[in-house]
């Protein structure tokens, strides 16, 4: 008896003392989907340095905050958590704290991070977070001396792509979809987004290196890939060949063997063109599925944001992709209270929005980006706002669901993508056409595809059972 126990405290004691010599890292991530890919990446340049990731609570040599400035709500909840950090580092001066991303490529924002966190080692910009393993490694050379550095880099440089991409360890961490950038940055200056300035102008990766990556994740399993961009229908603007564009990237993709989808985001409704509509039309394995922002149903309100199109233009486009694809998906982000936005303009957003009849919106309060045209102009009362957008989700809510209903009875293929996190014997997926659906299943399932009989709806969620 004795002898067990001797043998279970030893275990017990090598476990911690094999605990205390590994490197572990935790990584916050803030934002959009671009982001928590860029967060796989992190992780892959961190355990490519032997750290292992670690879970909120238990301690970690490295925390990095990567962070988000679209609105103001994104850049508080970054602000505060870096400001609770500072208690693990009073516990544990040897912890490495890195605050990356969009909030310190701005300069004035990098500098107010250097103030108010001083206890904050490592700081850098959107272009340059593949400096992290050489950043931690000159933190650990030079602790004692102290010394900080904040690189936030001139988004203007073509060379600062050599910074990001090719070559950079990644960890996925949500197979079955795979993620993959094909185009960095923004060259469109919305007058209300900080984007362009914090992610500088569009930067295409090559042709055949997204194939490359393409291919690999399907060879790897995965069954969704992602293509990623601020803007994806520009894509291969900026690279000579003509041939290089986003309907040939998907064509190429589309002919590449195996059974998998393909969905992309985002796409700016003034770049969506006839040829990526018929590629989307014609292919097996592109979705059914747009996000497609409108921001805002009034002309005038798009002509302030400048959005480069119209309303009319708009309903042209979900016509055309509809003509051709009857069961389309189709999401959006709509904003609310834009400052010249008049109570006509946002009775406009919600005609349009009654006519185009979106499967699912993501609705924003206008957040005053300093630096953005828009900030300078004279602002509307928040509760305005506030009583706009609870109009909106209203009527919203009552499209997507009536959208919902339409589902009952019918039977769709949907790849099981994790456990259902609130359904015990259930799990997740999405149709074609991107709904959600919970339906019977277990863990072994992730990856697979099924043909799943929708048998009730609740809101965006649908409720179904395989065949
Ligand atoms: N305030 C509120 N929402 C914004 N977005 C971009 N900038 C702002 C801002 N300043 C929204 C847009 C965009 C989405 C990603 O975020 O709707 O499509
Ligand atoms: Fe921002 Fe407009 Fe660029 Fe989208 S297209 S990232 S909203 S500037």
């Not at 991530?29 to 750290?51: D, F, P, R």
């Not at 238990?58 to 990567?66: C, S, W």
Request: with cysteine; aromatic share 8%.
């Amino acid at each position: 008896m004795y002898n067990i126990i001797y043998v279970i405290l030893c275990a017990h004691r090598a476990r911690i003392k094999v605990r205390k010599m590994e490197k572990h890292y935790r990584i916050n991530t803030y934002g959009c989907q671009m982001n928590v890919h860029e967060s796989e990446k992190l992780a892959g340049m961190l355990e490519a340095m032997s750290y292992t990731a670690c879970g909120e609570g238990e301690r970690a040599d490295v925390i990095v905050f990567n962070t988000c400035c679209i609105r103001d709500t994104a850049e508080r909840r970054a602000l505060g958590n870096i400001g609770v950090a500072k208690a693990e580092k009073k516990r544990d001066p040897n912890v490495i704290i890195a605050v990356v991303g969009c909030m310190p490529q701005q300069q004035s924002v990098a500098d107010s991070i250097r103030e108010k966190f001083p206890y904050v080692d490592i700081v850098l910009g959107t272009r340059n977070i593949s400096a992290l393993p050489s950043e931690i490694r000159r933190v650990l050379a030079a602790r004692e001396a102290a010394k900080k550095r904040y690189r936030c880099f001139d988004l203007n440089q073509p060379e600062d792509y050599l910074n990001i991409d090719e070559g950079t360890p990644q960890t996925r961490t949500s197979y079955p979809n795979a993620w993959i950038n094909i185009i960095y940055g923004c060259n469109n200056f919305c007058t209300y987004c900080i984007v362009p300035y914090v992610r500088g102008r569009e930067l295409s990766r090559g042709m055949d290196s997204v194939l490359d990556e393409v291919k690999r994740c399907v060879d790897g399993g995965y069954k969704e890939i992602t293509l990623l961009g601020q803007n994806v229908n520009s894509y291969g603007n900026d690279i000579a060949d003509e041939n290089v564009n986003f309907a040939n990237l998907l064509h190429k993709i589309d002919a590449i063997e195996g059974k998998f989808r393909v969905r992309f985001m985002t796409s700016h409704p003034k770049d969506l063109t006839e040829a990526v509509m018929d590629e989307m039309a014609a292919s097996s394995k592109i979705c059914n599925n747009l996000h497609l922002p409108i921001q805002s149903g009034s002309d005038k309100v798009l002509r302030d944001m400048n959005r480069c199109y119209d309303s009319t233009r708009y309903l042209s486009l979900i016509e055309a992709l509809r003509k051709r694809m009857p069961d389309i998906g189709i999401t959006t982000d709509i904003m609310v209270g834009f400052p010249t936005e008049t109570e006509q303009d946002f009775e406009d957003t919600m005609e349009i929005v009654r006519k185009v009849r979106y499967s699912n919106a993501f609705t924003f309060i206008y957040s005053p980006r300093k630096g953005t045209p828009a900030a300078a102009m004279p602002q509307i009362p928040y509760a305005v706002k506030q009583a706009r957008i609870a109009k909106l989700i209203k009527e919203q809510n009552r499209i997507t669901k009536e959208l919902s209903d339409q589902y009952t009875g019918g039977v769709y293929e949907v790849l099981a993508e994790d456990v259902a996190p609130k359904y015990e014997g259930m799990v997740c997926g999405r149709t074609d056409s991107g709904r959600l659906v919970t339906f019977d299943g277990g863990k072994d399932d992730i990856g697979e595809f099924f043909n799943v009989r929708i048998n009730a709806s609740r809101s965006a969620s649908l409720f179904g059972q395989k065949e």
